[in-house]
């Protein structure tokens, strides 16, 4: 009798971190995450200091008008406008300053969650807005995307149960929690609650969306069947 040697087919080998194509998933995309983020906040720079310069030469109300006009058809496109045009240099400090912390902290998560709260957070704080902010008014700023990240921060950290997402959650919760309950209220003169309202809605929405997706990615994983070093095919 001889004895040999059975070579296994290699492709019968696989690691609970490869996926069923083979191919090994890919972590948090945070560094294109980040740069786009500040192309974000730089472009609304860039605006405003077009803005300026209009209204520095024809005089106002520059490109502010553009914003989100409430219940008019020519005011649906402001939508897209709205996180760009801000009322004054102190106006986008204040928002680039929270865009910049909060969604740095959303980056660290990957491209995708900036991408998709971004998004939603955007369009819906725009759509409250043109529905219920009120016919002769114009609605600026990106502050609708900052409650969005605000909310999405923090319900994020009570979805996950992870101990770093949920004291980062908190953290964000007791610095910005006043500001934004406040940023809430109808009772404020001057103050767009009805974007605020439609990008937390944004925030909670996409941090829901986020753990369905990744409960469903976890059960598909879960199922599939794995093959040990030793077995030949």
């Known amino acids: 009798m001889r004895k040999h040697t059975v ?46 310069l209009l209204r520095s030469a024809v005089g ?17 496109p402001g939508i897209l406008f709205q996180p760009f045009l801000h009322g004054d240099w102190a106006h986008l400090i204040g928002n680039s300053v929270a865009l910049l912390v909060l969604g740095s902290i959303i980056a660290l998560s990957g491209l995708s969650p900036l991408i998709r709260v971004t998004l939603v ?27 969005g990240y605000i909310f999405y921060v923090i319900v994020r950290g009570l979805f996950s149960r992870r101990f ?27 103050v767009s609650w009805q974007g605020h309202l439609g990008g937390a809605v944004g925030g909670v929405l996409s941090a829901y969306g986020l753990r369905r997706n990744r409960g469903k990615t976890t059960a598909v994983n879960a199922g599939q069947p794995r093959r040990g070093a030793g077995f030949p095919r």
């Open 164 to 190: 770093l997402h949920l004291a980062i959650g908190l953290i964000i919760g007791f610095y910005y929690g006043l500001e934004a309950l406040a940023g809430l209220s109808p009772m404020l003169d001057g």
């Open 60 to 76: 106002p109300p520059g490109l502010d008008d553009d914003g989100v006009r409430p219940l008019s058809s020519d005011g649906l």
């Open 121 to 147: 957070s955007w369009v819906l704080s725009g759509a409250v807005s043109w529905l219920l902010g009120g016919v002769g008014t114009v609605h600026i700023g990106a502050s609708g995307i900052v409650f």
């Open 7 to 52: 070579n296994p087919d290699p492709r019968a080998f696989r690691t609970s971190g490869v996926g069923a194509a083979g191919t090994v998933p890919r972590g948090p995309r945070r560094w294109p995450a980040l740069i786009l983020l500040f192309c974000f906040v730089a472009l609304m720079w860039v605006v405003e200091a077009g803005d300026w």
